[in-house]
């Protein structure tokens, strides 16, 4: 169960209703029947790097001599700010601005679609999941179908969704994954307090 709320989590981390109006600007001088097989290629490289730190996971955070709850509670402050951020966006877009040329690799699979919070979320789901690694990676996968579905689905049919119907979805998002993180943080905080360090 904790796995699958990793996944829910990664699945917001991912934030397709976000990063759409992101993918639409930086691919508007891609021809317009080209942008999907842009985003589908994109997103089989970030789940590519998913794959590769949901793999090294768990040793990598054994080698820091951090275990899961330091994680857990890191994770939760970093998915505040991220957050914050989806419920209060910045005026100028951030990586929102229009590319030349078609992108490759920056900036939409790194760090659009595989930034560090969504690598950190995979880092914890592969330290939590360390008994059963198999349902860990199901989750993880699952989680980037969904996003990926979405937002190439999104692409084709952008310019049919209002751009306040988009802000709606990234906030409401935001909101549920502000509260996710301070379920992580407790949750973190929780373990400190039961387990003896």
Not at 7 to 26: E, H, R, W, Y
Not at 53 to 58: H, I, L, N, P
Not at 138 to 149: D, E, H, P, R, Y
Request: proline content about 6%; glycine content about 10%.
């Amino acid at each position: 169960m904790q796995v699958l709320s990793l996944a829910i989590t990664l699945f917001f981390v991912l934030d397709p209703f976000g990063n759409l109006p992101v993918v639409l600007s930086l691919l508007s001088k891609v021809e317009p029947e080209h942008r999907w097989k842009v985003v589908a290629r994109e997103s089989f490289i970030a789940l590519g790097l998913l794959v590769l730190f949901y793999a090294v996971g768990a040793r990598f955070i054994g080698l820091l001599g951090v275990d899961s709850s330091d994680l857990t509670i890191c994770g939760g402050v970093v998915l505040g700010i991220i957050a914050l951020r989806m419920v209060f966006p910045d005026e100028n877009g951030g990586v929102a601005r229009e590319a030349e040329v078609e992108p490759f690799i920056v900036p939409l699979a790194i760090p659009l679609m595989a930034g560090p919070s969504a690598l950190a979320t995979v880092m914890i789901m592969s330290a939590q999941s360390e008994a059963n690694p198999l349902v860990g990676m199901g989750m993880m996968t699952l989680a980037w179908l969904v996003s990926a579905i979405l937002l190439v689905g999104g692409v084709r049919v952008g310019h049919f969704i209002p751009p306040r119907l988009m802000e709606a979805f990234e906030r409401l998002s935001g909101l549920l994954l502000a509260v996710i993180s301070v379920h992580m943080v407790m949750t973190g905080i929780r373990a400190y307090l039961v387990v003896p360090a």
